[in-house]
């Protein structure tokens, strides 16, 4: 009876390895895992190389977004985990907004450089919009520009505003931009006009357009850029 039951302990045990072996040779990007929080708390006295990103928690079973080499280790490690689903890689191309529905609210990449090179064009003495460089999947990242550029840029001071660094906060792209927006169209109004004279004030909207891109289409709870880490 003993025998018994440790051979069906050692099948199980061989069963659940292969298993997660052909799951890992499926793997071609990140993956959403659950493991139990007590697990997670002896992985980090054990392992504390191992440093997984959480998404949430819910009761006692905690949710981390991993990559390939993670998942491998804690295969390797036999460390107790059960895999949700896998998130495809992105495009190695800049993508559009697609048919994502933002409801009138949230603007994509493609929208919100859209939207800074409308205000280029509607106000050419206020704005101008010029890229700082790349993201790592060749997006460009845009800078509006605005101050009174019929004024001379001697001893105007520089404000510098950063929206979305993190992809899945979409809210922080709204900020800056319809904060661009707010001073442009009340560029008339006196405190507005006499900053606009005293200031140059740098925006870029989205510091992440990758990750946000990826948090649109791919997985909502992205965090992060897209560089590799």
Known sequence: MIMQKLKLTVLLAILVHCLGMLYLNSQTSESVIAMDSNTYEKLVQTHPDIQLDRLYRKKRMLYFLVGLTEYQKLIQLDIPFSPIRSIPPPKKVVQKSGNFDYNGIYHSYAEC?????????????QASVFSIGQS?????????HITDHTQPNINKRNIFIVGCHH???????????LFAEYLLKNREHPEIKRALVHLN?????????DG???????YRYWRKNRTYN
Not at 136 to 144: M, P
Not at 201 to 209: G, W
Not at 212 to 218: G, N, Q, W
């Open 136 to 144: 790592v999947e060749e997006r460009e990242l845009n800078i509006i």
């Open 212 to 218: 946000l891109e990826f948090s649109i289409h791919h």
């Open 201 to 209: 004030i740098y925006i870029l909207p989205i510091a992440n357009p």
């Open 167 to 177: 992809a899945r906060e979409w809210i922080s792209v709204e900020i800056p931009l």
């Open 113 to 125: 450089n859209a939207m800074l090179m409308e205000l280029q064009e509607t106000y050419p003495q």
